[in-house]
């Protein structure tokens, strides 16, 4: 199985076997409630253990009020400490087990991939996107930036 990042606006490209799970505290409205798009996608998956927890609360301004670089950020290293808590065992297994779920749901045949989804384009380095890369990286498991294929 494949595991990818992305954003949001980013899935109109995906195929139905190219399954977002996003990592936000909050989804945009289009995201919001699970459902089959109009191109036979599955919309509205959370990967709960990726979202934010509260080891993260307040920690981020946002980009107009951000006096720090990425690498200083608390929002990103308490993020990190979330997610090393979790065991990648686990993680695979239930992403595997979804998976397997949604494909026979919709009976494509096309082996299913993981796209983990943050709002923020790849060009922002202050971005829960490096730290979920690292995280993966770290423990043995290929990812990458998703790329569509007509770019």
């Not at 749901?105 to 096309?110: S, Y």
Request: proline share 7%.
């Amino acid at each position: 199985m494949k595991f990818y990042t992305s954003y949001f606006s980013q899935i109109r490209h995906f195929k139905p076997y190219q399954l977002a799970f996003s990592t936000a505290m909050w989804n945009p409205a289009f995201f919001r409630n699970e459902h089959i798009d109009n191109e036979g996608r599955l919309i509205g998956l959370r990967a709960n253990p990726f979202i934010p927890g509260p080891i993260c609360k307040n920690d981020c301004r946002g980009p107009e009020k951000c006096l720090v670089t990425p690498d200083e950020c608390l929002f990103l290293k308490h993020y990190r400490i979330q997610l090393d808590r979790l065991k990648i065992e686990d993680i695979i297994t239930r992403f595997e087990a979804i998976a397997r779920e949604v494909q026979k749901d919709l009976g494509f045949i096309e082996e299913p991939e993981i796209i983990l989804i943050v709002y923020e384009a790849p060009s922002n380095p202050c971005s829960e996107r490096v730290v979920i890369q690292q995280w993966f990286k770290d423990n043995g498991i290929e990812i990458e930036e998703w790329k569509n294929q007509h770019d």
